[in-house]
């Protein structure tokens, strides 16, 4: 594979293979199924009714654990007229909460998530320490106090906290200097798309900890080896090349599938541009297998030409 | 790869050669005249010695943190004589630097307050901030970082405050390619007892080098910074830099700017840095010309040395 398909290009019969190549898709939903914390994206609905028509498994694989699976759920029912059953979602919070029960975790943890994130924890049943130093530090003294004066825990765990501090990351290294302390990550991205560019994201300040630690997280978010081989396991008949996965993250998604062997979709939804995938060169281990402007081109019949993309009249990538 | 010598192991001739081979010393500050735990014992004599001898002492320090003021206080303390100009730390170095360029633009800054102080006094404009705890969502996020003020730099040392919603915003001014982005103290790790380390400010200013793609274009004014190197060198006139002798306690930073500018390097064991991590260091770039448990063994040297370089 040298260059990516865009779906508008595709001749009838070309499109029928494409179609006849994958059994299930994983399919982000953040910048793909609705336009970040917003509205569903025009066309996707009809185009995730499309594929359950063609007999097609859909699994959401999303980095957001800000929304709970609840309230995924319910926004698929409400905007999308869609029904989606639990098990059809994937998302940090519940795969770090999955993975602690298979191992049987009992221990305190030190989660730097959002508050949606730990009350998961919570109502599953774990223990998570106070969180401390929420006042404004201005002594080396002060600083010491929030970095060791806290429980020892048997778990850090690192996702999108929007507060997160120095003074978090610091108690956090001190921890994980005790080699039975646990590490996990959920969300990993270096950047996310967020208001017209991209902000920084939890997976530099997951890097932060682990180069001072010296080791790495198990990491249950995309792009984590852990939640990549999660992946892989769930589905043992299928075989990757028969798997399409969709997203509008080059690093998070298509890089993150290609590692697996699965097909990839990029829709210019979200975070990624035109510009960003002509870039690349050809054989770039983050070049997808096929390009949309909106997940409504999957859908062949109406598919809309999506509002906020500046490149509909983009064609074959070479 | 020479292996670095002890200075107490030369032998006379050595011993004298050495000490006639250097005019000026920079020392570090933190990890060789004290600790966080204590004062480094006979260091003030190791310096006394090496002023005896006609040597010019600099001290250049990573830490910001401190005022100069209570630095030389502290100076006072141990028995040293020490002028302000003498002493040379990240925001005084920022300063020289942005005046060299005649910067007049909007600066954001993520530093401790003493260190804001002295860029404010020196008639620098600073944005900071949230310096508050924000909402737990994507709109306060978004109201916190987001910002049309015409930033032209950042500067990023060490901040006991430093948030996530602070660094975002950082990284979106310096989508603006005019915006300069400038680091103080570069230390990934810092010892703050023994076998304790904690998260140093450097690896954090390295999120924003990475996120904004600007490995080559991040100017550095605390050691090993390249820029901190070429003002000491222009300010003190130094055109023969192997006559130049740099003392610290830390490999990358001590003896890895001390090797870039071209200086001898001597490393001391009294802070940061033990033997083991000494012998175990393989890039060349960090392995020091000489090393010594700690400073008294600069005094011991110099009392025992012949002024025959008098």
Same mark, same amino acid.
């Given at each position: 594979?040298?260059?990516a398909?865009h779906?508008?290009?595709?001749?009838?019969?070309?499109?029928?293979?494409?179609?006849?190549?994958?059994?299930?898709v994983?399919?982000?939903?953040?910048?793909?199924?609705?336009?970040?914390?917003?509205?569903?994206?025009?066309?996707?609905?009809?185009?995730?009714?499309?594929?359950e028509?063609?007999? %097609?498994?859909?699994t959401? =694989?999303?980095?957001?654990?800000?929304?709970? /699976?609840?309230?995924?759920?319910? %926004?698929?029912?409400?905007?999308?007229?869609? %029904?989606?059953?639990?098990?059809?979602?994937?998302h940090?919070?519940?795969?770090i909460?999955?993975?602690?029960?298979?191992?049987?975790?009992?221990?305190l943890?030190?989660?730097?998530?959002?508050?949606?994130?730990?009350?998961?924890?919570?109502?599953?049943?774990?223990?998570?320490?106070?969180?401390?130093?929420?006042?404004?530090?201005?002594?080396?003294?002060d600083?010491?106090?929030?970095?060791?004066?806290?429980?020892? =825990?048997?778990? /850090?765990?690192?996702?999108?906290?929007?507060?997160l501090?120095?003074a978090?990351?610091?108690?956090?290294? /001190?921890?994980?200097?005790?080699?039975?302390?646990?590490?996990?990550?959920?969300?990993?991205?270096?950047?996310?798309?967020?208001? %017209?560019?991209?902000?920084?994201?939890?997976?530099?300040?997951i890097? =932060?900890?682990?180069?001072?630690?010296?080791?790495?997280?198990?990491? &249950?978010?995309?792009?984590?080896?852990?939640?990549?081989?999660?992946?892989?396991?769930?589905?043992?008949?299928?075989?990757?090349?028969?798997?399409?996965?969709?997203?509008?993250?080059?690093?998070?998604?298509?890089?993150?599938?290609?590692?697996?062997?699965?097909?990839?979709? &990029?829709?210019?939804?979200?975070?990624?541009?035109?510009?960003?995938?002509?870039?690349?060169?050809?054989?770039?281990?983050?070049?997808?297998?096929?390009?949309?402007?909106?997940?409504?081109?999957?859908?062949?019949?109406?598919?809309?030409?999506?509002?906020?993309?500046?490149?509909?009249?983009?064609?074959?990538?070479? | 790869?020479?292996?670095?010598?002890?200075?107490?192991?030369l032998?006379?001739?050595? @011993?004298?050669?050495?000490?006639?081979?250097?005019?000026?010393?920079l020392?570090?500050?933190d990890?060789?005249?004290?600790?966080?735990?204590?004062?480094?014992?006979?260091?003030?004599?190791?310096?006394?010695?090496l002023?005896?001898?006609?040597?010019?002492?600099?001290?250049?320090?990573?830490?910001? #943190?401190?005022?100069?003021?209570?630095?030389?206080?502290?100076?006072?303390?141990?028995?040293?004589?020490?002028?302000?100009?003498?002493i040379?730390?990240?925001?005084?170095?920022?300063?020289?630097?942005?005046?060299?360029?005649n910067?007049?633009?909007?600066?954001?800054?993520?530093?401790?307050?003493?260190?804001?102080?002295?860029?404010?006094?020196?008639?620098?404009?600073?944005?900071?901030?949230?310096?508050?705890?924000?909402?737990?969502?994507?709109?306060?996020?978004?109201?916190?970082?987001?910002?049309?003020?015409?930033?032209?730099? #950042?500067?990023?040392?060490?901040?006991?405050?430093?948030s996530?919603?602070?660094?975002?915003?950082?990284?979106?001014?310096?989508?603006?390619?005019?915006?300069?982005?400038?680091?103080?103290?570069?230390? @990934?790790?810092?010892?703050?007892?023994?076998?304790?380390?904690i998260?140093?400010?450097?690896?954090?200013?390295?999120?924003?080098?990475?996120?904004?793609?600007?490995?080559?274009?991040?100017?550095?004014?605390?050691?090993?910074?390249?820029?901190?190197?070429?003002?000491?060198?222009?300010?003190?006139k130094?055109?023969?830099?192997?006559?130049?002798?740099?003392?610290?306690?830390?490999?990358?930073?001590?003896?890895?700017?001390g090797?870039?500018?071209?200086?001898?390097?001597?490393?001391?064991?009294?802070?940061?840095?033990?033997?083991?991590?000494?012998?175990?260091?393989?890039?060349p770039?960090?392995?020091?010309?000489?090393?010594?448990?700690?400073?008294?063994? #600069?005094?011991?040297?110099?009392?025992?040395?012949?002024?025959a370089?008098?």
């Open positions: 594979m040298s260059s398909k779906l508008k290009t595709l001749s009838e019969d070309e499109l029928g293979d494409f179609f006849d190549s994958f059994d299930l994983f399919c982000d939903c953040d910048g793909v199924v609705w336009y970040p914390l917003r509205d569903f994206i025009p066309g996707s609905a009809e185009a995730l009714a499309h594929l028509l063609l007999g %097609k498994q859909v959401f =694989v999303t980095n957001n654990s800000i929304s709970s /699976v609840k309230e995924h759920i319910e %926004k698929f029912e409400k905007q999308g007229n869609l %029904k989606i059953d639990e098990h059809q979602i994937v940090p919070a519940q795969t909460c999955d993975h602690l029960r298979s191992i049987n975790f009992q221990g943890i030190y989660c730097l998530a959002t508050p949606p994130f730990k009350e998961l924890l919570v109502t599953a049943g774990f223990r998570l320490t106070e969180d401390g130093g929420t006042g404004i530090i201005r002594s080396l003294k600083l010491h106090e929030a970095i060791f004066s806290g429980d020892s =825990v048997d778990a /850090v765990i690192i996702d999108v906290d929007f507060n501090s120095a978090k990351l610091m108690r956090a290294h /001190v921890q994980l200097q005790n080699p039975k302390c646990l590490f996990l990550a959920g969300a990993a991205d270096a950047l996310i798309p967020f208001g %017209k560019g991209e902000i920084i994201g939890p997976g530099a300040f890097d =932060v900890v682990s180069q001072s630690v010296g080791r790495q997280p198990t990491a &249950l978010g995309k792009p984590g080896e852990d939640l990549r081989r999660l992946l892989l396991d769930r589905h043992p008949e299928i075989p990757p090349s028969r798997v399409l996965f969709v997203g509008d993250s080059l690093a998070s998604d298509i890089g993150f599938a290609r590692a697996s062997g699965y097909q990839t979709l &990029l829709v210019l939804t979200g975070g990624t541009k035109m510009e960003d995938v002509q870039r690349l060169p050809a054989d770039h281990p983050q070049m997808p297998d096929y390009l949309a402007d909106c997940l409504g081109q999957i859908a062949p019949t109406s598919a809309p030409n999506n509002p906020e993309s500046s490149n509909s009249d983009s064609t074959h990538l070479t | 790869m020479a292996k670095p010598q002890h200075i107490l192991q032998s006379e001739e050595q @011993r004298s050669s050495f000490v006639g081979s250097f005019d000026r010393v020392s570090d500050i990890g060789v005249l004290w600790t966080m735990e204590h004062n480094v014992p006979r260091a003030a004599d190791g310096y006394a010695a002023e005896r001898n006609g040597k010019h002492l600099t001290f250049v320090t990573n830490n910001s #943190v401190r005022t100069v003021d209570q630095c030389i206080r502290r100076f006072a303390k141990i028995g040293m004589q020490v002028q302000p100009e003498q040379w730390h990240p925001a005084q170095s920022i300063i020289n630097y942005l005046r060299g360029i910067f007049q633009g909007l600066i954001y800054i993520i530093a401790s307050p003493p260190f804001k102080a002295v860029l404010r006094e020196a008639g620098f404009q600073l944005l900071d901030g949230p310096n508050a705890f924000i909402e737990d969502n994507f709109e306060s996020l978004a109201k916190n970082i987001f910002d049309k003020e015409p930033v032209r730099a #950042v500067i990023i040392d060490v901040d006991f405050n430093l996530s919603p602070k660094m975002l915003r950082a990284h979106l001014y310096l989508r603006h390619p005019e915006c300069l982005l400038i680091e103080g103290a570069t230390d @990934r790790l810092l010892p703050v007892a023994k076998g304790v380390n998260i140093g400010p450097g690896a954090f200013a390295s999120i924003l080098v990475e996120a904004s793609g600007r490995q080559d274009r991040c100017i550095t004014l605390g050691k090993p910074g390249r820029e901190l190197g070429h003002l000491i060198v222009e300010h003190y130094i055109d023969q830099p192997s006559r130049v002798l740099m003392i610290g306690d830390m490999l990358a930073q001590d003896i890895g700017f090797r870039q500018c071209g200086f001898q390097t001597l490393l001391v064991l009294s802070g940061g840095c033990t033997r083991e991590q000494l012998l175990a260091e393989t890039d770039r960090h392995i020091p010309d000489f090393y010594a448990d700690s400073m008294a063994d #600069v005094a011991q040297l110099l009392g025992e040395a012949p002024k370089h008098v």
